[in-house]
Nanobody, 123 residues
Framework: QVQLMESGGGSVQAGGSLRVSCGAS????????LAWFRQSPGKQREGVAV???????TYAASVKGRFTISKDNAENTLYLQMNNLDPEDTAMYYC?????????????????WGQGTQVTVSS
């Protein structure tokens, strides 16, 4: 069973950059989706970006052009590079994984979740 653990959150000023990582144990290379979600207090969990085993990527409209999802297959690690951060990006960021040949940003499709890492953007 795949296990996920995030790292790399922190605090940054608006306009700054941050990269969060997610180390995975288990097979994430075959028909497997890895994604980033985020959740702020009082808000629903929101899909940020997802990458499939074929490398196909999908982004939420709110982060497209600013965030980049990537995966290091050798290290079995997922990354989210976040540039031009805005206070609205402040949230707990979660790594999620689940089997699938076609990956979409619906939380109910993901069966493994990390514990989350906090990202705080100040104005």
């Amino acid at each position: 069973q795949v296990q996920l653990m995030e790292s790399g959150g922190g605090s940054v000023q608006a306009g700054g950059s941050l990269r969060v990582s997610c180390g995975a144990s288990g097979d994430t290379h075959n028909h497997y989706c890895l994604a980033w979600f985020r959740q702020s207090p009082g808000k629903q969990r929101e899909g940020v970006a997802v990458i499939g085993s074929d490398g196909r990527k999908t982004y939420a409209a709110s982060v497209k052009g600013r965030f980049t999802i990537s995966k290091d297959n050798a290290e079995n690690t997922l990354y989210l590079q976040m540039n031009n951060l805005d206070p609205e990006d402040t949230a707990m960021y979660y790594c999620a994984g689940g089997p699938g040949a076609y990956c979409v940003l619906l939380p109910q499709l993901f069966v493994q979740w990390g514990q989350g890492t906090q990202v705080t953007v100040s104005s």
